[in-house]
T-cell receptor, first 110, second 113 residues
Framework: SQQGEEDPQALSIQEGENATMNCSYK?????LQWYRQNSGRGLVHLIL?????REKHSGRLRVTLDTSKKSSSLLITASRAADTASYFC??????????FGQGTRLTINP | GAGVSQTPSNKVTEKGKYVELRCDPI?????LYWYRQSLGQGPEFLIY????????DSGLPNDRFFAVRPEGSVSTLKIQRTERGDSAVYLC???????????FGQGTRLTVV
């Protein structure tokens, strides 16, 4: 069963704008990770935030984690056409089991 | 190899047949995961190996599905008496033990006709 729920399910913005995606989860976690998927095949790991961290940056990516609200957000700044993809959050539970959400389909319009 | 390799990339089989899907993880990665993904959905967890043993197989949908990792490296996902509902992309991932991201293969697209 899926645990995470991404919001929105689909997002379409203009190139150069910022994109924000949210993820909510239900159980306690060790960490939360964000992945990108192009064309419905392999996923690419973007960033991991541990349960004792509140914010993390990697290049144009900014991730926040609020364990009291069981939610996380992924911000992509200065979006590019190449950022068009599906984005998934995954919660690390127990001995590294990863549970994925349904994903947000992001479209960047040139 | 440099990444996680899955073979075959595509598999078409008839309903009722047996299939095996193979995953070659990144060398040295002790954790290996199998996921199933249907169109427009997120990856659905099937099973997780730590070394040779299945640490968590709670995602296997029924007893037609079985996975092995006999030497702690290559893993095979086996599906007996395939059904049309088994059609999906089957994804494999591996990671080092401990916090860190998982590396995914390109998946096997299984079509049961």
């Amino acid at each position: 069963s899926q645990q995470g729920e991404e919001d929105p399910q689909a997002l379409s913005i203009q190139e150069g704008e910022n994109a924000t995606m949210n993820c909510s989860y239900k159980t306690s976690i060790n960490n939360l990770q964000w992945y990108r998927q192009n064309s419905g095949r392999g996923l690419v790991h973007l960033i991991l935030i541990r349960s004792n961290e509140r914010e993390k940056h990697s290049g144009r990516l900014r991730v926040t984690l609020d364990t009291s609200k069981k939610s996380s957000s992924l911000l992509i700044t200065a979006s590019r056409a190449a950022d068009t993809a599906s984005y998934f959050c995954a919660t690390g539970q127990g001995a590294q089991k990863l549970v994925f959400g349904q994903g947000t389909r992001l479209t960047i319009n040139p | 190899g440099a990444g996680v390799s899955q073979t075959p990339s595509n598999k078409v089989t008839e309903k009722g047949k047996y299939v095996e899907l193979r995953c070659d993880p990144i060398s040295g990665h002790t954790a290996l995961y199998w996921y199933r993904q249907s169109l427009g959905q997120g990856p659905e967890f099937l099973i997780y190996f730590q070394g040779t043993g299945a640490a968590d197989d709670s995602g296997l949908p029924n007893d037609r599905f079985f996975a092995v990792r006999p030497e702690g490296s290559v893993s095979t996902l086996k599906i007996q008496r395939t059904e049309r509902g088994d059609s999906a992309v089957y994804l494999c991932a591996s990671s080092l033990t401990g916090p860190g991201g998982a590396f995914f293969g390109q998946g096997t697209r299984l079509t049961v006709v």
